[in-house]
């Protein structure tokens, strides 16, 4: 199975709403799970499935102009998912940082050290920022 992270700049106001929707339904029909975070200047998604299923999503997500300067920060071979259901990790309104920043946690419980030290730093670099 495929893991792959990337990071990518948002190219304009992306509706995140709509891409989640359209991730879900075509994530599930071909097997793929993962994490998508943005905090409206940045996306870091991972995304983990059957390898071809994995670079064929990849290859359509690398085209869409919602984003750009696509940047892959890790590509490794996984036994099993890490980052378990499809997920996408956004502020919500009234959210304290604390509370996102240990929600995010959660989502990565099972994720490997430097993918979780990727999304952690990424995270609280942002936060400060
Ligand atoms: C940051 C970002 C993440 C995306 N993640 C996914 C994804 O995980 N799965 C997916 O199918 N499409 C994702 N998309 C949308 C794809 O680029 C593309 O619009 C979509 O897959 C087209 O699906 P359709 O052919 O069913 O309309 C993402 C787009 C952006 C900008």
């Not at 905090?39 to 991972?46: K, T």
Request: positive net charge; aromatic residues 6%; hydrophobic residues 45%.
């Amino acid at each position: 199975m495929l893991q792959l992270v990337y990071i990518s700049s948002v190219a304009r106001a992306a509706d995140l709403a709509s891409i989640l929707a359209v991730s879900r339904i075509n994530n599930r029909r071909d097997g793929i799970s993962g994490l998508l975070y943005s905090d409206g200047v940045r996306f870091l998604q991972a995304l983990e499935g059957p390898t071809l299923a994995v670079e064929t999503a990849y290859a359509r997500i690398k085209q869409d102009p919602r984003h750009n300067a696509l940047v892959i920060l890790s590509r490794r071979e996984v036994a099993t998912r890490e980052f378990g259901d499809w997920a996408m990790a956004e502020r919500r309104v009234g959210e304290e940082g604390d509370q996102f920043c240990a929600r995010i946690d959660r989502l990565l419980a099972n994720t490997g050290p430097n993918v979780r030290a990727t999304f952690d730093s990424f995270i609280k670099l942002r936060r400060a920022a």
